[in-house]
């Protein structure tokens, strides 16, 4: 799963907690893991899973690294790019992205090659017009060693997995040395790692209310928007696009003024016209003769001039989008 986050307006030293907390808020699981990739003014593209599946999954195959930390195998292939989409070909499945001013907006996973309406959704969910699916980029078999979004002078926040077998007797030998270590610790060392631990997290926690809200806030308009994509998935007929043009079409006299437009189904529409000398009979003929519209009726509204004209909008009219 992939958020975005803006930590340009959050000190150094608190951008990562403020990506912990974007984390936190979003997932749909408490045990949500990430990696990040940086930008130089401080925004983040972060790509977050559940540890419980993880664990699972490496179960299932059969894996045992219960100390092991893991980073998206995202952050290790391709390339940066200024902006444009792309769709990799990764270890298992291909991943679709789209890239604005540098940085990763968009991220999506999909089993195989997505069908032209699942890309299409992807694009249109991130302001972009809709175009094919580009062919699948192959990555190279061995990933680099460093993340191309990570920022300079910081440590990888995890270890690939296609690594941890060669890995494994050093990674012994090294646990061994650190329990050794941290045997010898003083007491007060050991306690004030655990202070440290616990301000770190309480600073999570005590970001500015204002940052609070703009989170919330995106996570709304993300429900919004998933919202509308979805009815406007199970939305039949002309689109509102193509049902204003041909009204417009159906009234080309300029005494004539749109007073009111009222849309109360899907299929019905109702306008309120203002007209001194409109023939309701002759708007009735015109608009029956249209593709659009049928059941054309028509009141007169006292000696106002206004008609209201109500027609069923036809569902068998392809949109002009």
Same mark, same amino acid.
């Given at each position: 799963?992939?958020?975005?986050?803006?930590?340009?307006?959050?000190?150094?030293?608190?951008?990562?907690?403020?990506?912990?907390?974007?984390?936190?808020?979003?997932?749909?699981?408490?045990?949500?893991?990430?990696?990040?990739?940086?930008?130089?003014?401080?925004?983040?593209?972060?790509?977050?899973?559940?540890?419980?599946?993880?664990?699972?999954?490496?179960?299932?195959?059969?894996?045992?690294?219960?100390?092991?930390?893991?980073?998206?195998?995202?952050?290790?292939?391709?390339?940066?790019?200024?902006?444009?989409?792309?769709?990799?070909?990764?270890?298992?499945?291909?991943?679709?992205?789209?890239?604005?001013?540098?940085?990763?907006?968009?991220?999506?996973?999909?089993?195989?090659?997505?069908?032209?309406?699942?890309?299409? /959704?992807?694009?249109?969910?991130?302001?972009?017009?809709?175009?094919?699916?580009?062919?699948? /980029?192959?990555?190279?078999?061995?990933?680099?060693?460093?993340?191309?979004?990570?920022?300079?002078?910081?440590?990888?926040?995890?270890?690939?997995?296609?690594?941890?077998?060669?890995?494994?007797?050093?990674?012994?030998?090294?646990?061994?040395?650190?329990?050794?270590?941290?045997?010898?610790?003083? /007491?007060?060392?050991?306690?004030?790692?655990?202070?440290?631990?616990?301000?770190?997290?309480?600073?999570?926690?005590?970001?500015?209310?204002?940052?609070?809200?703009?989170?919330?806030?995106?996570?709304?308009?993300?429900?919004?928007?998933?919202?509308?994509?979805?009815?406007?998935?199970?939305?039949?007929?002309?689109?509102?696009?193509?049902?204003?043009?041909?009204?417009?079409?159906?009234?080309?006299?300029?005494?004539?003024?749109?007073?009111?437009?009222?849309?109360?189904?899907?299929?019905?529409?109702?306008?309120?016209?203002?007209?001194?000398?409109?023939?309701?009979?002759?708007?009735?003929? /015109?608009?029956?003769?249209?593709?659009?519209?049928?059941?054309?009726?028509?009141?007169?509204?006292?000696?106002?001039?206004?008609?209201?004209?109500?027609?069923?909008?036809?569902?068998?009219?392809?949109?002009?989008?």
């Amino acid at each position: 799963m992939f958020i975005t986050v803006d930590g340009s307006n959050a000190p150094e030293k608190h951008r990562d907690a403020l990506v912990s907390l974007a984390v936190r808020r979003a997932a749909p699981f408490s045990d949500a893991d990430f990696g990040v990739a940086w930008q130089a003014d401080g925004r983040a593209s972060a790509w977050y899973w559940s540890r419980s599946r993880i664990a699972d999954l490496l179960a299932e195959r059969r894996i045992s690294a219960p100390r092991i930390q893991f980073a998206p195998e995202a952050l290790y292939a391709g390339e940066p790019r200024s902006d444009g989409t792309e769709l990799l070909t990764m270890h298992e499945g291909v991943e679709g992205r789209v890239w604005r001013n540098g940085a990763v907006v968009g991220s999506r996973w999909w089993p195989a090659e997505p069908a032209p309406k699942d890309w299409h /959704t992807f694009l249109r969910s991130h302001g972009l017009s809709a175009n094919d699916p580009p062919a699948a /980029t192959p990555t190279v078999d061995i990933l680099p060693r460093r993340p191309w979004g990570g920022r300079p002078g910081r440590m990888e926040r995890g270890v690939r997995l296609s690594t941890v077998d060669a890995y494994r007797p050093a990674a012994a030998l090294g646990l061994a040395a650190v329990i050794l270590l941290v045997a010898s610790f003083q /007491t007060g060392s050991i306690v004030r790692s655990h202070v440290e631990a616990w301000q770190s997290a309480r600073a999570a926690e005590d970001l500015d209310e204002p940052l609070k809200r703009i989170l919330n806030a995106r996570e709304t308009a993300d429900r919004n928007v998933a919202e509308l994509e979805r009815l406007l998935d199970l939305r039949q007929g002309p689109s509102v696009l193509t049902v204003m043009a041909e009204v417009g079409r159906l009234l080309p006299r300029r005494d004539i003024q749109l007073r009111h437009w009222n849309q109360p189904t899907p299929d019905q529409l109702e306008l309120t016209l203002s007209a001194a000398d409109a023939d309701p009979q002759q708007i009735v003929e /015109t608009w029956e003769a249209s593709t659009v519209f049928d059941n054309v009726t028509t009141d007169v509204v006292g000696r106002s001039g206004e008609i209201i004209v109500r027609a069923r909008i036809a569902a068998d009219v392809e949109s002009g989008e």
